[in-house]
Each structure stands twice: as C-alpha cells, then as structure tokens.
C-alpha cells in the first residue's frame, strides 16, 4: 500500500499542471465585407480584453463560401480589405501566430469568429 502512495505522490510531480482551457469565445458576422472585417477586428480586440492575462490564445476565422459569393456578387470588393485586415490581426495584438482562417461550404453567416485561450 505504501508503495502505491508513493508512485502515485511522484507521478502527480511529474505530471506538467493542468492548465485551464476557456472558451470558446464565438461571434458572428454578416453583411457587407469591409464592415464585418471592421466588427471581427473589434470583437477580437474586445475578446483579448476580456480573457485578460493568459498564457496562449488561439483564433479562428470561418468564411462561409456561399455568403462570400453573394457579397462578391452583389458588389463587394475582397481585396484590398482582406490583405490589410490580416495584416493589422497579425500585428497589433500580440498573438502568437497568425489567425487560422477555414473556408466553409455550409450556408450561415458571412463569418465566424472564434476565440480559445488558456490561462
């Protein structure tokens, strides 16, 4: 029995903490391109504010394919909006890597976004 203790004190030393994931964070967006980049750009600043002091955070950007070709057909412009949108999420906030951005074939909102952390 001793001995089970003790294996069990030293695993439990071993074993790296468990750290807290939060979230996720999910918003959406629909309606004209620029303006939905302005309000994803906003809600991201407003999301890191949020979670406050963390050790990581990891975002995510859906764009449904269907929505992007209505706004696209009914006159929005993708670049250069896009390009410069990216840019300032790569460098203004302090993220770790760069925003993962998935193309979806499902109808639903021009774009998702969605935030994870761990504290």
Same mark, same amino acid.
């Given at each position: 029995?001793? @001995?089970?203790?003790? =294996?069990?004190? !030293? @695993? !439990?030393?071993?074993?790296? #903490? ?7 964070? &999910?918003?959406?967006?629909?309606? #004209?391109? $620029? ?12 999301? &890191? ?5 963390? !050790? *990581? &955070? ?5 764009? *449904? ?11 929005? $412009?993708?670049?250069? !909006? ?7 999420? =790569? ?5 770790? =890597?760069? #925003?993962? $951005?998935?193309? $979806? @074939? ?12 761990? *504290?």
């Amino acid at each position: 029995m001793e @001995r089970t203790l003790r =294996s069990r004190k !030293a @695993r !439990a030393r071993t074993r790296p #903490p468990a750290a807290d994931v939060g979230g996720p964070l &999910i918003w959406t967006f629909d309606g #004209p391109l $620029v303006q939905c980049l302005g309000d994803l750009e906003d809600a991201l600043r407003r999301a &890191i504010v949020q979670v406050g002091d963390i !050790a *990581s &955070i990891a975002v995510l950007i859906e764009l *449904s394919l269907p929505a992007l070709k209505r706004r696209v057909d009914a006159g929005d $412009v993708l670049q250069p !909006a896009w390009t410069r949108f990216l840019e300032r999420l =790569s460098t203004r906030y302090g993220l770790q =890597s760069a #925003p993962r $951005v998935r193309q $979806v @074939r499902n109808e639903g909102p021009l774009a998702t976004l969605v935030v994870v952390y761990r *504290s």
